[in-house]
């Protein structure tokens, strides 16, 4: 059975920083591409950062230079450091791994940023 369990969302004030981390189990983490997204009230799910099997990371252009994906395959987890959060970051944050035609998603943690 696989499981993705998200952590570390909050509230902080704008310019603070939170570190997301999803913990997986039931997959071969090694082979996975990993991605976080997130969902703001109102509006559609979008992409925020991936990192491949490789570890090489992309990013969405609101968050480059701002956010950090990176993935420890020891200890099957993905981590998302946010800096300078702006209150425009504010949304439901979810983990999801994906391998070809596989796809699998968190329960999602609430980050807020307050202005």
């Known amino acids: 059975q696989v499981q993705l369990v998200e952590s570390g969302g909050g509230l902080v004030q704008a310019g603070g920083s939170l570190r997301l981390s999803c913990a997986a189990s039931?997959?071969?983490?090694?082979?996975?591409?990993m991605a976080w997204y997130r969902q703001a009230p109102g509006k559609q799910r979008e992409l925020v950062a991936t990192?491949?099997?490789?570890?090489?990371?992309n990013y969405i252009k609101s968050v480059e230079g701002r956010f950090t994906i990176s993935r420890d395959n020891a200890r099957n987890t993905v981590a998302l450091q946010m800096n300078s959060l702006k209150p425009e970051d504010t949304a439901v944050y979810y983990c999801?791994?994906?391998?070809?035609?596989?796809?699998?998603w968190g329960q999602g943690t609430q980050v807020t940023v307050s202005s």
């Open positions: 990192i491949n099997s490789s570890g090489s990371p």
């Open positions: 999801n791994a994906y391998l070809g035609l596989l796809d699998y």
């Open positions: 039931g997959i071969i983490f090694d082979f996975n591409s």
